[in-house]
């Protein structure tokens, strides 16, 4: 079977590997002139199954309001008229109880500890290189009040099968002696032992030659245009380099799987949230951390990759618009500079903004449309990286008509 995939991010280059491995034929379609071009470009670089506490949840309304308006704000709507955005919302507030956040927990969870297994499995398998790290992740609290929310969603969460445990200021700074120099007070935290981090790009790029090399046809610099249909089927893909045709179609275009399956009458209730990072260049330096981190008071990541440290955080909803807030971006670089004085300096940082794909109940769409051979696997949020393999694996088991190796009970695209 011939099988289109729409992306070459992340998300379809894992779901072009597995289709391969499924026996079929596939060719991936892409804007860009390489694989891992947008959103995989320069995330956070983390494997983070201990990341997986939904957005939505009872306390989050409250700290919107707290934060609205303010440009430095760890969550910034930009106000303006967006139906889009004001339907998306509806529903996030839907998802905003105890009850509903454990249920979206739980699925989120699911997926991401069974792609996590998948992603080891894949990287033996292959031996690919992307400046991986299994010294898993710790997760700091600088106050009372965030130890407090770091116990409950470590309990929850253990209770859901994640190895993750407490740990006192001491164990944060015998896991990561880097933190010794912090200009900000470290409580605790909790540490989530494997867990990992790698450079997403790297490991994308890297997978699609093995995917190349296995047969899969990667068309770049090719942007799709329309999506013909006939009879409850997709016939062709209609780009600017021509129609491709095949037996099954895969979307895999993150924020921008809604605008091209909108006219085919398919909304995906995915918005784009922006988020920002910064690579620090710490050659030379001895100041910066070697284990992954989350400093969820300013909701800031950190993942050593390489001779660079990535630090990625802030969510703001506006649009598909890239363009970056000096302010946020100062922001970013100084709570990371805060955290850890000696990793690098100013004057060799780079600056990059992605769009997250982001679902009301803060987990994936995966799973068959009204059209017999349409298959959507989008809007992984923050969780794309953590999520790949093992949606990609799933998603390629459906379109082969196998039974998935885990539950996909509340990720289809009918729950919305």
């Known amino acids: 079977m011939h099988v289109v995939v729409m992306g070459a991010g992340v998300i379809g280059t894992t779901a072009a590997w597995y289709l391969l491995q499924n026996g079929h034929e596939v060719t991936v379609i892409d804007r860009q002139h390489a694989s891992a071009q947008e959103t995989s470009f320069a995330n956070g670089g983390q494997i983070s199954a201990c990341h997986a506490t939904p957005w939505a949840n009872a306390a989050t309304p409250k700290q919107i309001l707290k ?10 709507v930009r106000m303006r ?6 339907a998306w919302g509806l529903r996030f507030l839907r998802n905003c109880t105890d009850a509903r956040a454990r249920i979206n927990l739980e699925k989120a969870l699911r997926l991401a500890l069974y792609s996590r297994d ?12 992307y400046d991986h790290s299994e010294r898993g992740i710790l997760h700091i609290c600088r106050s009372d009040q965030d130890m407090e929310a770091v116990e409950k969603a470590t309990h929850q969460m253990r209770e859901f099968g994640l190895d993750r445990k407490t740990v006192s200021t001491d164990e944060c700074l015998a896991i990561e002696p880097a933190l010794r120099d912090s200009n900000v007070p470290i409580i605790g935290g909790s540490y989530t032992p494997d867990d990992e981090s790698g450079d997403a790009r790297k490991f994308t790029q890297n997978l699609a030659t093995h995917c190349s090399a296995k047969g899969a046809s990667f068309k770049f610099n090719t942007r799709i245009t329309g999506i013909t249909h006939n009879q409850g089927k997709i016939e062709f893909v209609q780009t600017d380099k021509g129609d491709i045709r095949a037996d099954a179609f895969l979307a895999c275009l ?13 909304k995906l209730p995915i918005y784009p949230c922006k988020g920002y990072s910064i690579s620090i260049d710490t050659t030379g330096q001895t100041g910066a951390p070697t284990t992954a981190l989350i400093d969820d008071s300013v909701k800031m990541v950190y993942s050593r990759l390489g001779e660079q440290l990535r630090v990625a955080g802030t969510a703001e909803l506006d649009g598909y618009n890239l363009r970056m807030s000096p302010r946020r971006q100062q922001l970013i ?6 955290l850890f004085p000696n990793s690098g300096e100013r004057s060799k940082i ?4 992605g769009l997250r794909p982001v679902t009301p109940d803060s987990a994936p769409i995966i799973g068959g449309t009204k059209y017999d051979n349409l298959y959507v696997n989008s809007g992984h949020g923050t969780l794309g990286w953590t999520m790949s393999c093992g949606s990609a694996k799933a998603i390629a088991d459906i379109i082969s008509n196998k039974v998935p190796d885990i539950s996909l009970k509340g990720l289809e695209c009918a729950r919305f």
């Open 350 to 353: 780079e600056f990059w903004s």
């Open 118 to 129: 998948c992603l080891r499995t894949l990287r033996e398998d292959l031996d690919i290189d």
């Open 81 to 86: 008229f967006d139906p889009q955005l004001f």
């Open 254 to 266: 993150g924020s921008y799987s809604p605008l091209l399956l909108k006219p085919l009458g398919i």
């Open 67 to 76: 934060w609205l308006g303010r440009e430095e704000a760890p969550l910034l």
């Open 333 to 338: 670089v100084n709570k990371a500079l805060e």
